[in-house]
């Protein structure tokens, strides 16, 4: 991949296009070894090896940041009125243009994924793929087994829409704690499931992403860069049997 020295900068946060044209002419910058003062030159950020001061500038085309979202944000980009995931997440990876990769309502907390990779979000979110979410739900009536084996088989929620198939586990001990795997996100789908038996959900903590776990070292609000290994599950969990494919 072939690019600018000046766009690669700015777009690995080194500054904007006019800090970077200062830091190159000031001689900050090295591509193999040798000064480089002009933004214009080409380079191969796969393969060439630039430097910034002392520090060696690696080439991240995509990021993924897991994000334990407390309540009073809301899952976009921007907004006029009300504050954002993005609000919460270190400046320094905001040139990375991240967005949530689906949505949490603005008082559910939990695990949210943000990237700049388009096409895994896709894929993570098609209801072609079957990519599990398990929410921790506390309800308002305590559940029974009749009500869990309604959840698993499908309830009619708001548009005559019949649920797929989900697994639902009570927490031992607590008949008002359930954990509920849906493979679909439709607009507040947990709450009208639990309005569909007769209950609501009281609150409404998301727990897993496909691959991915709540870390539970990260407070609320906290966020991480995903590990190389979980970042590797996720690709492939992305690679999942679509229904076109099952069929």
Known sequence: MIMRLD????????????????????????????????????????????????????????????????????????DRSKATVLDLIDESYLHYDLFPAGRLDRDTVGLLLLTNDGQLAHKMLSPKYHVGKTYKVTTRDPLTIEDLEQLEKGVVIPGEYLTKPAKAKLQEGDPHTLYLTISEGKYHQVKEMLIAIDNEVVFLERVTFGPLSLDADLERGESRELKEEEIIALMESAKGVSDEQAT
């Not at 591509?31 to 991240?60: L, S």
């Open 7 to 78: 766009k690669f900068l700015s777009n690995m946060g080194i500054g904007t296009r006019t800090e970077v044209k200062k830091q190159l002419l000031n001689g900050w910058v090295r591509v193999n070894g040798i000064v480089e003062t002009k933004g214009k030159a080409h380079i191969d950020p796969e393969k060439d090896v630039i430097r910034f001061g002392d520090q060696v500038v690696g080439y991240k085309p995509f990021i993924y940041i897991m994000l334990n979202k407390p309540q009073g944000y809301i899952s976009a980009t921007e």
